[in-house]
């Protein structure tokens, strides 16, 4: 493990890690990377490696948990044993609990618990691999893996944490920052940067915490921006995968140029423009029911099988109707 | 019409009055509530990429039974909420005892959700036409928010289905999927189901299906058809095409289930 370091910031103002004072770590979101859960997310930051599960809504038991009119969210902040170069003791600590309880908060404002009334949303945080400021990153990857899940929220949440190193501001703690720095305030906000969660440990001056909350505010920003970038980038592969064909066409030559061509074909018959996807069909079984019976209902369905003679509730003469209604 | 990827907080319309669902107004402001498509009619509206199935009145849905008390069958209907069918809602009249007889753990309904309360307690009822028990055939589950695009515009999709594989297809808002037929065909309507799933953020999807059935379906006599398909890229322009000029194309109609395709003339009449 490294000692203390003499110095934090060098003479040409850059950081251990060579980052300026406002800079933040290079950060990377994967999307749906877990199969079984309704969202998920990848994310690593510096060297923070989080992965974050989001599952639900679903039914709460114990019943007396439930609450009648909205949802609840539970969220679960855990380091993993080998997150840490001593091995951390598995199972939750204080200090797990109480990171659970504060960024579970800090969604609060976001999630839309009403649309789903007696039901749970559970979020998982899992910290892999730790490098100061866990509990930031973790809320970031929280944040996509509930929109991955299709959670109706009124925006994103970002975090970032700002520090105070040889008297000196920075964005971002590393590691060596935070084990030896003066202070550390992580803080978490919506895109209005309404700030649902902000903690400190060290001292800062009147002045410094609201330059430090300036820091953080744009440190924020630039992680949002990241985080829109990666949701927008999810569904867009296409091109990128026609692109990357046409680079390796013009590295080997003409030999695949054809299938290239194929390819090419086939994206540009699919742009982003069909109808498929919001068109709405009812198909009803009895012809004499009034059409407008339905009309401005927001369902789908399409039935079949009259032909099946095995019911004895069924009507062989029952004619069908395709019906289209707009939602 | 126009289409973006949109995330949750993105500012949509500064006219409170193009709120639709899947939006929320502040401060005179639309933004979107989910993470998913824009789609922009007379209201601005988002349709989520993901998402549990929120049950809604008149929805038609496929359910489990995982329990059953002296009046009610609850059914799991992939949902957060449970659906409860009550003996009254079923066509005949049921003793408390012959519970269990008429439907036992396990077993599957097309049901219709008859209503919803504000604490989502779900009533159910089979007492309409189309409504019953499930017996046979196979049961796929997708997510429900990609259920429109496995009916299609004005149920292209469903029909295109069922006329290249000549299965029984019944289609629940809850995202369960009830296929019927020969085995072969309905392993080759899952994959096509699987496929949808995969590819249902792109467009063209239909025509997509509808030339992977048919090259599957066709893999050692083809070569006719083969080419007509990968030439045209209307999908209107090839079956036409193909029913004309293909003579051993044409004789592959015979095969599909009289039922499936008196239902299918009957939908093309009435779409027409």
């Known amino acids: 493990m490294a000692n203390k370091p003499e110095k934090f910031i060098d003479e040409n103002g850059l950081r251990l890690d060579g980052r300026a004072v406002d800079e933040i770590r290079p950060m990377t979101i994967e999307i749906g990377v877990l199969s079984r859960a309704d969202g998920s997310c990848y994310l690593e930051w510096g060297k923070n490696k989080i992965l974050a599960a989001v599952y639900g809504p679903r039914e709460l038991h114990p019943r007396r948990m439930q609450k009648p009119d909205e949802a609840i969210v539970r969220y679960r902040y855990n380091m993993a044993a080998f997150s840490v170069e001593d091995r951390a003791r598995p199972g939750p600590s204080r200090r797990s609990i109480e990171i659970s309880k504060v960024s579970r908060d800090a969604f609060a404002p976001i999630i839309m618990t009403k649309y789903y009334p007696s039901a749970v949303i559970d979020v998982f945080a899992e910290v892999l691999q730790a490098d100061a400021g866990t509990r930031t990153a973790a809320i970031n990857a929280a944040s996509i893996a509930l929109a991955d899940a299709g959670i109706p929220m009124k925006g994103l949440i970002s975090a970032c944490a700002v520090g105070k190193v040889d008297g000196q501001l920075v964005l971002d703690l590393n590691k060596d920052e935070d084990n030896y720095g003066n202070a550390d305030l992580p803080i978490a906000m919506t895109q209005d940067g309404e700030i649902s969660l902000l903690q400190m440990d060290g001292n800062l001056t009147k002045e410094e915490f609201k330059k430090a909350l300036e820091m953080a505010t744009e440190g924020c920003r630039q992680i949002l921006e990241i985080q829109k970038e990666a949701l927008k980038k999810k569904f867009a592969s296409h091109e990128e995968v026609v692109e990357s064909l046409v680079e390796v066409a013009e590295e080997k030559a003409e030999d695949i140029q054809n299938e290239i061509e194929l390819i090419e074909e086939d994206f540009e018959t699919s742009e982003f423009e069909d109808e498929e996807g919001i068109e709405v069909i009812v198909v009803k079984t009895d012809i004499s029911e009034p059409a407008d019976e339905t009309s401005g209902e927001d369902f789908t369905e399409f039935t079949e099988g009259e032909g099946s003679k095995t019911d004895e509730t069924e009507d062989p003469e029952a004619e069908k109707v395709g019906e289209r209604y707009e939602q | ?272």
């Open chain 2, 1 to 272: 019409m126009d289409r973006e990827i949109v995330v949750p907080g993105q500012l949509l319309s500064d006219n409170t009055n193009d709120s639709g669902s899947g939006t929320y107004v502040k401060e005179g402001k639309v933004y979107s509530l989910l993470y998913g498509v824009a789609n922009i009619k007379n209201k601005i509206s988002v349709i989520p990429f993901s998402g549990k199935y929120i049950p809604s009145r008149k929805d038609f849905v496929i359910g489990t039974v995982f329990e059953t008390t002296s009046s009610n069958w609850i059914f799991d209907i992939g949902s957060p909420y449970d659906g409860l069918l009550h003996v009254s809602e079923y066509p005949r009249r049921v003793e408390s005892s012959m519970m269990r007889e008429i439907f036992d753990i396990g077993d599957c309904a097309i049901l219709r959700i008859k209503d919803v309360d504000a604490s989502m307690k779900i009533e159910l009822t089979l007492r309409e036409k189309g409504l019953r028990k499930i017996k046979g055939g196979r049961l796929l589950e997708v997510p429900s928010t990609k259920v429109p695009r496995v009916i299609g515009h004005n149920g292209s999709m469903v029909s295109m289905l069922k006329k290249e594989t000549g299965c029984e297809i019944f289609v629940g808002q809850n995202g369960r999927i009830w296929i019927n037929g020969k085995d072969e065909n309905m392993d080759k309507l899952s994959e096509a189901i699987d496929m949808i799933i995969r590819e249902s953020h792109t467009s063209g999807l239909t025509d997509k299906i509808s030339r992977f059935l048919q090259v599957e379906e066709k893999t050692d006599d083809t070569t006719v058809y083969e080419e007509a398909g990968d030439t045209d890229i209307e999908q209107g322009e090839v079956v036409e095409d193909i029913n004309s000029a293909d003579e051993e194309y044409s004789e592959d109609p015979e095969k599909v289930d009289e039922t499936s395709r008196k239902v299918d003339q009957l939908l093309d009449t009435e779409e027409n």
